[in-house]
């Protein structure tokens, strides 16, 4: 059973564009929500993240949107730059399982100049 | 701020061998991760540590991987014996989640395993 799903194993965008990452959940006790980047054997690095209480949270060029009804969330990347190309992974957490994390399959994200 | 470190970076092993994972969490953070990350998929978490005590444990297959964190800082994970599937990346990450329980995990470079 996916809890978490990224429904788009990649996505090609033009540089200075707008890259637009998708979520979905299942588990309507998810409280907390992270975007998380990954590049070639590298770890994953924390990118930015949202409480349930809120819809919008913003951070430079990085701003994550909550749709708490739809069980939905998006990463929007504007402007996209080349070294945004990585895989970026969405995840979950609720406040009764010590804040576990259940991840997504990790969408691809390619910048074309 | 010295990373996550992990140990080694590759290990090629034949099936049945054993192996073993090492990792020092970032100073001062209580909590610690082991996740095993097969190519295509997110990382599914196999064993957390509050201090050097487990927190969650379910999805680690206790019939052939074992984890400890002595003392509360370095931990090592160790499968015995391997089989092909168990080809993965294995992750480690580690929180200040005791201290606010939003924070997020770092995470080190993983270990890519590969069982022949």
Not at chain 1, 57 to 75: I, P, Q, W
Not at chain 1, 101 to 109: C, N, P, R, S, V
Not at chain 2, 22 to 34: D, F, K, R, V
Not at chain 2, 81 to 93: F, G, I, M, R, W
Request: positive net charge.
């Amino acid at each position: 059973d996916q809890q978490v799903k990224q429904n788009s194993p990649s996505l090609s965008v033009q540089e200075g564009r707008i890259s637009i990452l998708n979520c979905d959940y299942t588990n309507s006790m998810f409280d907390y929500f992270l975007w998380y980047k990954k590049y070639p054997a590298e770890g994953p690095t924390f990118l930015i993240s949202i409480s349930s209480i809120k819809d919008k949270n913003e951070d430079g060029r990085f701003t994550v949107f909550l749709n708490k009804s739809a069980k939905h969330l998006s990463l929007h990347i504007v402007p996209s730059q080349p070294g945004d190309s990585a895989v970026y992974f969405c995840a979950a957490s609720t406040m009764d399982s010590n804040y576990q994390l259940i991840w997504g399959a990790g969408t691809k994200l390619i910048i074309k100049p | 701020e010295a990373g996550v470190a992990q140990s080694p970076r590759y290990k090629i092993i034949e099936k049945r061998q054993s192996v073993a994972f090492w990792c020092n969490p970032i100073s001062g953070h209580a909590t610690l991760y082991w996740y095993q990350q097969i190519l295509g998929q997110g990382p599914k978490l196999l064993i957390q540590f509050q201090n050097n005590g487990v927190v969650d444990d379910s999805q680690l297959p206790k019939d052939r991987f074992s984890a400890e964190r002595l003392k509360g800082v370095d931990s090592t994970l160790k499968i015995q014996p391997a089989k092909l599937e168990d080809s993965a990346v294995y992750l480690c990450a580690s929180s200040d989640w005791g201290r606010d329980r939003k924070a997020e995990a770092f995470f080190g470079q993983g270990t890519r395993l590969t069982v022949v």
